[in-house]
């Protein structure tokens, strides 16, 4: 059994294994099956189908060209593909990127301007070499500052942003404004004006998508058909409408007789490599929307790819995850793309559809270059208003206001941070919203761990220690035992000082004070200091000062200082009750 567990670590320090953690793709075409084969077919074009019509309205909604969302949706996707972790993570255009690059770029730029799209590049490219740093040196871990509320703040208030400003595909009028809410102004005094071909092309494609989504697919369960049939059917509606909205307009003229805006010509052929003009002015201007993006589409695609994993019982490397997101934003920005993410609704949809490894996004890739080669003529009289209402119900879902009410049954400061979150979205804008929501949730923290809950604990039974407050325990008037939970660090260490000295001051018999660092996991040397500080101050007032249950790592750094000589190995204990048993009382 040695030996054969020495041959396997030998294996995994080859040359061969160091090459498939950087490409995973090693991993699963070396063991690929012939029996997945079909599931991953089935998927790939079933993905396509959906993301076809998807990253042409995505593209819309962040000003760029129709064809830029389809650029977006070849190389990256197969990029990923090949150094991704997730077989059935679908990397391509999404709302919320969408609407962060518009942001970043409009100030810059007029939407759909040669100098608009090569700024779009050069944000892609930027984005894509911010997650390769983090992946490439695995600080992945920075990414967790921001927070559940924060993030669910974030989506709701800009899927409200996103749908207001598709309102004027729907209406088929100009929207000004620079605020939601002056949109929204804008739109109802200019409702009278609407173009009612396009309002009526709008409405009817809202609801052939919502009647796909939440009425037919009961009745095609309740019909009995099998699940990969309801999933190909329910989410082939998006090109349905799209097929339907060309029709419409083709065989009427509306374009000409009712003025409906259609998408016009599209460019046949895939993006040829190019490499955008990178003016460090430009780069400068653009640094908070790239960052900003960052932040939002990994915290994004890491949750969606751990939660399809989770349900195979596979396992995803969020380094390795941001090495494949970031090389797919950078070739994203060398074939004419923007910037892309793993998208929740298709990744889902992959996954139902069977999708098992890679493969299934690669024939993804592959379908949506056919498109790209020989049909995109077919595309010249697709309505905008159709792209505007798969946006709308797209981002339909991601409005939930139940969230925060779920947040304030559990916690106030998190439900503060969502409410500030979410109308800094709306007031300041989706990047400055952003960046505000991640400060709060920081100083939350900060205020949080500098107020560190203490416990006064008595003796239960056998050597269980509970809270006085919420037990009925025995305790000594000569001896307290407190339990510190939380870490020790600069921010609260004036705190626990206090605190103690107030409980040592409302014990005038006391002589002994135990502090328990069962929750101690960390200590900085401001904490050391007060400790030091502190101990002198009770020894002063006749008071000894004993350690229990102190963990490895925090008895280490508590080894190489003075402090630990100075108190003494015989004042530190294994446990609460060894502490209390030296000292005679149990």
């Known amino acids: 059994m040695a030996a054969t567990s020495t041959v396997r670590a030998a294996a995994r320090r080859t040359p061969a294994h160091g090459l498939r953690r950087y490409l995973p793709f090693l991993n699963w075409l070396a063991q690929y099956r012939r029996a997945d084969l079909p599931s991953d077919l089935v998927a790939g074009i079933v993905t396509a189908i959906m993301l076809i019509p998807q990253s042409m309205a995505y593209a819309q909604l962040a000003g760029l060209p129709p064809q830029v969302g389809l650029y977006a949706s070849v190389v990256p996707l197969a990029i990923y593909a ?6 059935q993570l679908s990397v391509g255009p999404v709302a919320i990127t969408s609407l962060l690059v518009f942001t970043a770029v409009s100030p810059l730029a007029a939407a759909g301007s040669p100098r608009y799209l090569e700024l779009a590049l050069l944000l892609a490219l930027m984005v894509g070499a911010l997650k390769l740093v983090l992946g490439v040196a695995r600080l992945g871990v920075v990414l967790n500052f921001i927070s559940h509320p924060v993030l669910a703040a974030f989506t709701s208030a800009s899927a409200l942003i996103i749908a207001v400003g598709q309102l004027k595909y729907l209406l088929g009028v100009s929207l000004g404004g620079e605020t939601i809410f002056e949109t929204l102004a804008l739109a109802f005094t200019r409702l009278p004006q609407a173009n009612a071909a396009t309002l009526t092309i709008g409405l009817a494609t809202v609801g052939l998508l919502l009647f796909f989504r939440h009425g037919l697919r009961p009745l095609l369960r309740k019909a009995g058909l099998p699940a990969l049939a309801v999933t190909l059917i329910v989410s082939g509606a998006p090109l349905i409408a799209v097929i339907g909205g060309i029709l419409v307009v083709w065989l009427a003229r509306l374009d000409l007789s009712a003025g409906v805006a259609i998408v016009g010509a599209i460019p046949a052929g895939i993006a040829l490599p190019q490499l955008p003009a990178a003016r460090f002015a ?28 989770s349900k195979r019982r596979q396992v995803i490397d969020p380094d390795q995850e941001l090495i494949a997101l970031g090389a797919a934003n950078v070739t994203a920005g060398f074939f004419g793309g923007y910037p892309v993410t ?9 996954a139902q559809a069977g999708a098992i490894t890679g493969l299934a996004s690669l024939i993804t890739a592959a379908a949506i270059a056919l498109i790209l080669l020989f049909f995109t003529p077919l595309f010249t009289f697709l309505p905008q208003a159709v792209l505007a209402a798969t946006v709308l119900v797209a981002v339909f879902s991601l409005v939930d206001l139940r969230e925060p009410l779920q947040i304030m049954r559990t916690n106030r400061g998190d439900a503060a941070t969502w409410l500030i979150t979410f109308v800094a979205v709306l007031v300041l804008g989706i990047e400055n919203g952003i960046f505000v929501g991640v400060g709060v949730s920081l100083l939350l923290y900060l205020w949080r761990t500098s107020r560190p809950h203490i416990a006064v604990v008595g003796h239960l039974e056998g050597e269980t220690y509970r809270n006085i407050l919420r037990h009925k325990v025995q305790t000594w008037p000569e001896v307290v035992a407190v339990r510190i939970d939380e870490s020790l660090y600069f921010a609260n260490t004036r705190y626990l000082e206090d605190a103690l000295l107030r409980i040592v001051a409302e014990r005038p018999e006391l002589r002994h004070v135990v502090l328990i660092g069962s929750a101690i996991n960390f200590i900085d040397s401001s904490a050391l200091h007060t400790l030091e500080h502190l101990h002198h101050e009770l020894r002063d007032s006749g008071v000894e000062l004993h350690l229990s249950e102190i963990k490895g790592p925090v008895m280490d750094r508590l080894s190489k200082s003075d402090f630990l000589r100075d108190l003494g190995q015989s004042r530190v204990h294994r446990s609460t009750h060894d502490a209390m048993r030296a000292l005679g009382y149990v």
């Open 342 to 350: 793993g998208g929740f609704s298709r990744s889902v949809v992959n």
């Open 282 to 309: 430009d780069m400068e201007a653009l640094a908070p929307g790239a960052l900003a993006i960052v932040l939002v589409s990994v915290v994004e695609s890491i949750a969606v790819a751990r939660s399809l994993a």
């Open 82 to 87: 090949l150094l991704g972790t997730s077989g």
